[in-house]
């Protein structure tokens, strides 16, 4: 079986976590720490539906449903290729929805829509979901790129979705009190803020990662909650490696390592 799911260049990973596995090709865009974090991050009850905005190859979908967060998953990504990877990882897992005419998938499974975000405005209707999930692109576009629709760009840059369509997108998705959780870079973070409280997705958690104890984050964890009163909990920073290179133990701890 899966012989018939993996195609050439592709291989399966394992997540380490209930059995989960997930089908990744390197030629594409792997995914990282960041989606690990922001599945640990993601503070999400058992009986919420979650929408994830630009899945890639489904990694936070996956490891939501290793975990238990969440009742069921609908990962929604642009590019074709990659989605139907990650539509073969839900079957390599047996958590493949099969009665794609609900608007959710049934509890434990996942559905992968191949679909530009832009576009769900038209598909799902407002205030539907409890959860909105999204490690986007970090970077803005830049001007003179030669290759606009390569993997590795799109997935790296805001070529197909800008950061104000992204969380614009998640304010119409989610039902008052639902909440938005997002990885991203700090310098963005003046600008993450200011569009989410102009969607009144108002930000209630946010915790910098830092690669080492004695350096600026590189990353940023944050949760927005719909029309939610103003109240931000700064959590203490997470650190990725200790002195001598290795994870910190709140790491290994996130990878089920320790």
Same mark, same amino acid.
């Given at each position: =079986?899966?012989?018939?799911?993996?195609?050439?260049?592709?291989?399966?990973?394992?997540?380490?976590?209930?059995?989960?596995?997930?089908?990744?090709?390197?030629?594409?865009?792997?995914?990282? =720490?960041?989606?690990?974090?922001? *599945?640990?991050?993601?503070?999400?009850?058992?009986?919420?539906?979650?929408?994830?905005?630009?899945?890639?190859?489904?990694?936070?979908? +996956? +490891?939501?449903?290793?975990?238990?967060?969440?009742?069921?998953?609908?990962?929604? $990504? +642009?590019?074709?290729?990659?989605?139907?990877?990650?539509?073969?990882?839900?079957?390599?897992?047996?958590? $493949?929805?099969?009665?794609?005419?609900?608007?959710?998938?049934?509890?434990?499974?996942?559905?992968?829509?191949?679909?530009?975000?832009?576009?769900?405005?038209?598909?799902?209707?407002?205030?539907?979901?409890?959860?909105?999930?999204?490690?986007?692109?970090?970077?803005?576009?830049?001007?003179?790129?030669?290759?606009? *629709?390569?993997?590795?760009?799109?997935?790296?840059? $805001?070529?197909?979705?800008?950061?104000?369509?992204?969380?614009?997108?998640?304010?119409?998705?989610?039902?008052?009190?639902?909440?938005?959780? =997002?990885?991203?870079?700090?310098?963005? &973070?003046?600008?993450?803020?200011?569009?989410?409280?102009?969607?009144?997705?108002?930000?209630?958690?946010?915790?910098?990662?830092?690669?080492?104890?004695?350096?600026?984050?590189?990353?940023?964890?944050?949760?927005?909650?719909?029309?939610?009163?103003?109240?931000?909990?700064? &959590?203490?920073? +997470?650190?990725?490696?200790?002195?001598?290179?290795?994870?910190?133990? $709140?790491?290994?701890?996130?990878?089920?390592? &320790?």
């Amino acid at each position: =079986m899966n012989k018939e799911l993996v195609l050439e260049n592709e291989r399966i990973d394992d997540l380490e976590i209930n059995g989960f596995r997930i089908i990744q090709n390197p030629f594409y865009f792997c995914f990282g =720490m960041d989606s690990v974090l922001l *599945s640990h991050f993601a503070n999400i009850r058992s009986n919420v539906d979650v929408i994830d905005l630009g899945t890639g190859t489904g990694i936070i979908p +996956l +490891l939501l449903a290793a975990k238990g967060k969440g009742k069921s998953w609908t990962g929604v $990504e +642009l590019q074709k290729d990659i989605a139907d990877m990650a539509r073969r990882s839900t079957i390599l897992n047996e958590v $493949e929805d099969t009665d794609p005419q609900e608007l959710f998938p049934a509890a434990g499974k996942i559905r992968i829509i191949p679909e530009d975000v832009k576009n769900l405005k038209k598909i799902y209707p407002h205030g539907c979901v409890g959860a909105v999930t999204s490690n986007p692109p970090y970077m803005k576009e830049k001007t003179g790129i030669k290759n606009p *629709s390569d993997t590795k760009y799109i997935a790296r840059h $805001e070529a197909t979705l800008k950061l104000e369509e992204l969380i614009s997108t998640a304010a119409y998705l989610l039902k008052s009190r639902g909440s938005f959780f =997002m990885v991203h870079r700090p310098s963005r &973070l003046p600008e993450i803020i200011e569009l989410m409280c102009r969607y009144h997705l108002e930000p209630k958690r946010l915790q910098m990662v830092q690669p080492y104890i004695d350096k600026e984050p590189n990353m940023v964890l944050i949760e927005g909650v719909k029309e939610a009163g103003r109240e931000l909990r700064n &959590l203490p920073a +997470l650190i990725v490696y200790k002195e001598n290179g290795e994870y910190t133990d $709140e790491i290994l701890r996130i990878y089920n390592k &320790l």
